[in-house]
């Protein structure tokens, strides 16, 4: 399940559909969840991943069936009737390798209709991704989401390459909706470093956690760590919630000051507020 949603900590009303306790329990969800409940909990890219994979396994079926059922048995015949048994083997009879003559136009006629489809199977889910991609753009959950109502600036100019000056941009053009908010783009520097270092702090501060409140019991002592030193010996021993507390919080504002020093770049962003024909599309 790798696009199932968390059942504990799952966002609104995306809970994944109940599976029970059984061995074959997953099978009644798998069957009975339609693309549209599966577009609503999951997203575009979910869902367009569990359809090419559908696709495939029923393409790769249906090949493997036709050759089966067609091919093996041609190839059979063929080596029985034409083909000496000490010039053959197990392997061989069900192959092409020593067929000859008309009965090839049968791999012939199948390889076609293996194209056919391929070229079928394709049209078909295109077709269907196409009409996904269309309810999901209108869906509310699309319309109202951050990312698609922010919109890029490229090549700006100089004398534009700051806050006020794409936000010049943007009144220049006459944008038919609100501007909410205008940044432009700055090279980022040790920005991801930071950004890392930060991560790092919040998961050893979850650990440390973890551990002080297991069971939704508070321990009696507060968890130490000891900052310096060599193999656990010397350094400086700290509170270790209060230590990853200001461990990440650094990270956070060396990141934001970093950030804002930087030279810019020439491209910006501008978000714009929700106008009466998103809401309604």
């Not at 009644?28 to 869902?47: F, M, Q, S």
């Not at 269907?128 to 309810?135: G, K, P, T, V, Y």
Request: proline share 6%; charged share 25%.
């Amino acid at each position: 399940m790798i696009y199932e949603p968390k059942v504990k900590y799952h966002v609104g009303d995306k809970s994944p559909p109940r599976i029970s306790d059984s061995v074959l329990g997953w099978l009644p969800p798998l069957y009975r969840t339609k693309e549209p409940e599966l577009l609503d909990k999951l997203g575009l890219d979910a869902v367009t991943f569990l359809r090419f994979t559908r696709m495939t396994r029923i393409l790769f079926s249906s090949i493997a069936l036709l050759g089966c059922a067609v091919l093996i048995p041609i190839d059979v015949i063929y080596n029985i009737q034409h083909i000496p048994s000490q010039s053959r083997d197990i392997l061989s009879i069900l192959t092409i390798r020593d067929v000859k003559g008309s009965y090839l136009f049968a791999h012939v006629a199948v390889s076609y209709v293996i194209s056919g489809l391929v070229m079928y199977f394709i049209w078909r889910n295109w077709i269907r991704i196409l009409r996904l991609r269309q309810e999901w753009f209108r869906s509310p959950e699309y319309l109202e989401s951050f990312y698609a109502r922010t919109l890029i600036v490229t090549d700006v100019p100089r004398k534009y390459q700051s806050d006020q000056g794409i936000r010049a941009i943007f009144e220049t053009v006459q944008v038919p909706y609100p501007t909410t908010s205008v940044h432009i783009g700055r090279k980022v520097g040790r920005l991801p470093e930071l950004i890392e270092y930060h991560n790092m702090a919040v998961r050893e501060l979850e650990q440390v956690l973890v551990t002080y409140l297991r069971g939704g019991r508070i321990a009696k002592d507060r968890p130490t760590i000891r900052v310096g030193g060599f193999l656990g010996m010397g350094g400086v021993k700290k509170d270790a919630i209060n230590f990853y507390t200001c461990v990440a919080d650094l990270g956070v504002t060396n990141g934001d000051l970093t950030l804002s020093q930087r030279e810019t770049q020439t491209h910006g962003k501008g978000d714009r507020g929700l106008s009466p024909g998103d809401r309604y599309p």
